[in-house]
């Protein structure tokens, strides 16, 4: 008999969410008139922009002419694409060949994917709390964690030491759930210590776009040496509202190699034998956000997004809680007042004020004591949210 994998065994059962949605579905089968505000929700609700609409609609039709038609892409992206991805790091000073750009379904698939690159016997860093992906991912390949807190005196950005070391290390900026975000001396050090130990960092820039400070990085690639150490994975899901749509891309530089290695060849290699590439329309739709219009019009949404974080900040500083992140992030990360747990102030806020979000310690143990609003949600309801939060804690 086939034996399965036997470290899916291993895996923690991931609770979090359907625990969340067992307790609102409770409360709401015995309060059926509750508008309930839903703070916790990690997904868009704005639509996709009109230039990605009309860019997809083209491309539809392009589909249904003959002299248009395409049938399969290159694996690793349409050139146009690649070329358009590249161009936009340029206008940020960071210079990439198209061919180092890889195009994707979005940053879950290659945060598990990417992973193939490196033996079952290397070790993984995650500093938490954490995005849960990062280390299920790596329990399911058998690898060994280790595990990084990070809390409110470091301001949920650890700095590299010997207990950081391993092969592969993830780093999350601005980070989900704490909403903080690396310096670049910050990351110049994790660089630099990636370097010097071999590892390889796997950035998550998932909410780059939400950055504000002109002093922070957007990308890891912008870094001194990121180049020989670093993979950056990157989604248009938040940036422009792809969650449904999905596409992303992922940065592998030609200068990364490991043990003769080039990883840029080993993912091309990956690439070119487990996937077909990303549909011609997506890919399409994607481009149009790379064009000057695009990103005016992606702006705007995500000036939407802003507003909410600023409208649930203000609140908070009124109500005295203590708070980081809702800056340069989507998210806002809060002390639950009181010392209460986590846990127990969701059900406060559940009960008192028919607020729901996130507790922090489903992101990891040292996130016990914190909490998580999105700021993904409707303005109306943000504002309500705020509103509650100021009677109940004033
Ligand atoms: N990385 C982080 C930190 C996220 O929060 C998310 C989604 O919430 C993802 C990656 C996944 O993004 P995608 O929709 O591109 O798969």
Same mark, same amino acid.
């Given at each position: 008999m086939i034996t399965p994998n036997?470290?899916?065994?291993e895996l923690k059962d991931s609770y979090l969410f359907a625990r969340i949605a067992q307790k609102v579905s409770d409360y709401q089968a015995h309060h059926p008139d509750a508008h309930l505000?839903? +703070?916790? *929700?990690? #997904? !868009? @609700?704005l639509p996709l922009c009109d230039v990605v609409i009309e860019a997809l609609h083209q491309a539809v039709d392009d589909q249904a002419t003959k002299d248009r038609f395409q049938g399969y892409l290159p694996e690793c992206g349409a050139p146009f694409l690649r070329e358009a991805i590249a161009a936009h790091y340029h206008a940020r000073g960071v210079e990439l060949l198209p061919d180092e750009v890889f195009v994707s379904s979005g940053a879950s698939d290659e945060l598990g994917d *990417? /992973?193939? &690159?490196? #033996?079952?016997s290397s070790s993984a860093l995650v500093i938490e709390p954490a995005y849960p992906a990062y280390v299920d991912a790596n329990v399911m390949a058998g690898r060994s964690i280790v595990h990084l807190p990070s809390n409110k005196s470091d301001g949920f950005l650890p700095e590299p030491s010997e207990e950081a070391r391993a092969d592969l290390i993830y780093l999350c900026?601005?980070?989900?759930?704490?909403?903080a975000t690396f310096s670049r001396a910050q990351l110049q050090r994790w660089v630099d210590f990636a370097n010097e130990h071999g590892s390889v960092i796997l950035f998550d820039?998932?909410? =780059?776009?939400? *950055?504000? #400070? @002109? #002093? &922070?990085?957007? @990308? *890891? +690639? =912008?870094? =001194?040496?990121?180049?020989?150490c670093a993979i950056e994975i990157c989604s248009l899901s938040k940036t422009a509202g792809f969650t449904g749509t999905r596409l992303g891309y992922t940065v592998v530089p030609k200068? /990364? !190699?490991?043990a003769s290695m080039s990883l840029n060849d080993m993912w091309v290699r990956n690439r070119t034998t487990k996937t077909n590439g990303v549909s011609y329309v997506i890919q399409r739709g994607g481009a149009a956000v790379f064009t000057p219009e695009g990103q005016r019009q992606i702006q705007e949404n995500l000036s939407y997004y802003k507003e909410n974080a600023r409208i649930l900040m203000q609140a908070l500083d009124r109500a005295g809680i203590w708070y980081c992140g809702g800056r340069n992030a989507p998210y806002v990360w809060l002390e639950c007042p009181g010392g209460m747990r986590s846990w127990d102030f969701f059900d406060y806020l559940l009960n008192e004020a028919q607020i729901v979000g996130t507790p922090g310690e489903g992101f990891g143990?040292?996130?016990?004591?914190y909490f998580r609003f999105s700021t993904f949600g409707g303005r109306v309801d943000t504002q309500e949210a705020a509103r509650r939060l100021i009677a109940l804690f004033s």
């Open positions: 036997r470290h899916y065994a505000l839903r +703070m916790g *929700i990690g #997904d !868009v @609700s *990417i /992973l193939d &690159l490196f #033996d079952r900026s601005p980070n989900n759930p704490t909403g820039a998932a909410y =780059e776009a939400f *950055i504000e #400070d @002109s #002093d &922070l990085p957007h @990308s *890891i +690639m =912008e870094i =001194e040496g990121a180049k020989t200068a /990364l !190699v490991r143990a040292c996130g016990e004591g």
